[in-house]
């Protein structure tokens, strides 16, 4: 039997039990990728077939893909140690005890609600997000949300002087060569996510209202990209292919946590997942959209799925009890 069947299977059972339009996926094993295009990009108004090279709105995959190997690539060049506090960058936060790692592993303890957020303007959410408070989870909890990366976003920006998402481009996606991956996709080569009665189809147009709003300016979301360059970013940080970015060294600094012992595991940016035999970590990061990949450099193994199970609308908690099955089932045959 082929290696990671019954994960090919789990992943089919999406499109078979209707809980996607479709889906593409690649799992890698060392030097073979085993790759598949199923359903179609879209249900409503009518079906139209899915197709290899179509663009997925990634969501989250972008805090990951994007700004994580960023800021990998600042450390690389000894321009970072991620224990800067994030005062240094962002003036709203001198008094504050946050620095970069709290960002990056979702312990800063930022969190609070903005009133009618998403009619606010571009620089009204970037205000209202620098001043939101720092509560007492800070280093006590792990509480994963878009701030963190928006705010590592604006940072990325003092930096380099420009948007976070023109530096994503110019010092990930094009030296990975990622050729197809971009924040402004072609409306026909992307695939739908939302269908909103009266004003029809989302696509091409990210779906996350904060990276709508926050256009360029977006370190959390807003990467449009399909399963053959998600497969190359995944050749690159197994160890199949040579990483033109980052040395091996760099790399590995992912695969352990950073956060403190009492807390959940979370390196920087990715979250962890646990061979369940030799209990070394793997990572794995999710997309809002319905996207997911897990890699696993000891094995030099990989997983992406790509589905928008967010069409046509976004009530589908059925997918995410399929998707635990999906990762089960991977980390059972990655042997």
């Keep these: 039997m082929e290696k990671f069947h019954n994960t090919q299977v789990q992943i089919e059972k999406l499109y078979h039990d209707k809980l996607v339009p479709g889906l593409n996926f ?164 992307a695939v739908p996510t939302n269908y909103i009665p009266g004003e029809g189809l989302l696509q091409g147009v990210v779906h996350d209202p904060k990276a709508r709003i926050l256009q360029e300016r977006c370190g959390s979301s807003g990467l449009f990209s399909p399963l053959y360059d998600l497969t190359k970013f995944m050749k690159y940080f197994t160890g199949v292919v040579s990483n033109p970015l980052l040395s091996n060294q760099t790399i590995n600094l992912l695969f352990n946590s950073k956060t403190a012992k009492y807390l959940k595991s979370r390196s920087y940016g990715w979250d962890l997942l646990e061979d369940p035999t030799q209990h070394y970590s793997l990572l794995y990061h999710t997309g809002f959209t319905g996207t997911f990949m897990i890699i696993d450099r000891r094995k030099q193994t990989g997983l992406v799925v790509l589905t928008n199970r967010v069409h046509p609308t976004s009530n589908n908690q059925a997918f995410l009890t399929a998707r635990e099955a999906i990762i089960d089932t991977f980390l059972k045959e990655n042997t």
């Design 26 to 189: 690649a799992i890698i094993h060392q030097k073979k990728v085993t790759a598949g295009t199923l359903g179609y990009s879209q249900w409503i108004p009518k079906k139209r077939q899915l197709t290899p090279l179509m663009q997925y709105d990634i969501a989250s995959l972008t805090k990951v893909v994007g700004t994580t190997t960023v800021f990998l690539r600042l450390y690389q060049e000894g321009r970072l140690n991620f224990t800067e506090p994030v005062g240094d960058y962002l003036e709203e936060f001198k008094e504050t005890p946050v620095r970069i790692s709290h960002l990056l592993t979702h312990t800063s303890g930022i969190k609070g609600y903005i009133p009618n957020r998403n009619q606010l303007s571009k620089q009204e959410l970037v205000e209202s997000i620098l001043n939101l408070p720092v509560t007492e989870d800070f280093n006590q909890k792990v509480v994963y949300s878009d701030t963190n990366f928006i705010l590592l976003g604006l940072i990325i920006e003092k930096i380099y002087r420009k948007s976070v998402q023109k530096v994503i481009m110019t010092e990930v996606i094009e030296p990975l060569k990622m050729n197809y991956t971009s924040f402004n996709p072609t409306k026909e080569k």
